[in-house]
């Protein structure tokens, strides 16, 4: 709202501004950008400085805010750099000044830490929409978020499993190629952060039974239902990663890559 006259965003698959519109529904504004945020077309004279992935944007500094650091567009970097070094078997990742490995077309950084693909993005920033409405998705938050508050804090146990990249009761295959030794106690905390998300997803709109987990939703009820939750996967073992791999080397080598090989195969057994 901007004095006695309002706006409403209209966002792409990126969560970047396109359009707006007034009370009326008639479009005031338009953007369009290069892949990292350069607005190189513009209708309208609105005041709106929420722009390029839906980010705030700093006229006079010319910057981005994302939280952690400061994002300038024209040349693709933030101005400061990553506090993670970066992993030697991933060279992307030891330029600390890049904004997404120079990927903005597939990949968010809103944190200015840690960027994660725009499907996944976009999947938690549903999660959240819905948390805001629903008490047992709350609920449901705040054990996700003692879960992984608590991610490898402990040291490994001697015990390893056989983790499955992408579980049994999502449709994974109980074959090698989609199993990975991790240390038991790691195990099951992984198992229990994948679960309170899916939780979570309970309450973004997939309704009915579920044929092997009656206590979700219905997620198996289409395709876009096993994207979504093959989404969060992804976004589990990333978060996984970040506490457990990257900033602890608890676990051996990094888990999202992994289940990303075995969702590209594509055999399930739903």
């Known amino acids: 709202k901007r004095g006695p006259n309002s706006s409403y965003y209209h966002y792409d698959g990126q969560l970047s501004t396109r359009q707006l519109s007034g009370s009326d529904a008639a479009v005031t504004d338009g953007y369009v950008y290069d892949a990292f945020g350069v607005v190189i077309g513009q209708s309208g004279t609105t005041v709106n400085n929420y722009l390029f992935a839906g980010e705030q944007y700093d006229p006079n ?3 981005y805010y994302l939280r952690a650091r ?3 567009k024209e040349s693709g970097r933030f101005i400061s750099q990553d506090t ?3 992993d030697i078997f991933n060279p992307l990742s030891l330029n600390r000044y890049a904004y997404t490995h120079d990927n903005p077309i597939n990949y968010v950084d809103p944190s200015g830490k840690f ?5 996944e993005f976009s999947v938690s920033h549903a999660l959240m929409d819905n948390i805001k409405r629903s008490k047992d998705a709350q609920r449901s938050w705040k054990n996700y978020k003692r879960a992984r508050a608590g991610l490898c ?3 490994a146990s001697t015990f390893t499993n056989s983790h499955h990249l992408v579980p049994i009761f999502i449709g994974g295959l109980d074959i090698g190629s989609n199993q990975m030794k991790i240390p038991a106690n790691f195990h099951r905390q992984f198992h229990r952060l994948f679960h309170h998300l899916l939780r979570v997803l309970q309450f ?3 309704y009915g039974p579920a044929p092997k987990i009656p206590y979700y939703s219905n997620l198996f009820g289409d395709d876009a239902a096993r994207k979504a939750v093959h989404a969060v996967l992804i976004l589990t073992a990333q978060i996984f990663d970040s506490e457990c791999y990257y ?3 608890a676990i051996k080598k990094p888990i999202a890559p992994e ?3 075995q969702i590209e195969v594509g055999k399930w057994d739903f």
Do not use: C, D, N, R
């Open 61 to 63: 500094a010319a910057l």
């Open 153 to 155: 804090k402990a040291g």
């Open 70 to 72: 400061f994002y300038h």
């Open 115 to 119: 960027f994660t693909s725009i499907i």
């Open 204 to 206: 973004a709109g997939h």
């Open 84 to 86: 993670w070094e970066g």
């Open 247 to 249: 900033k602890k080397k």
């Open 259 to 261: 289940i990303k090989k």
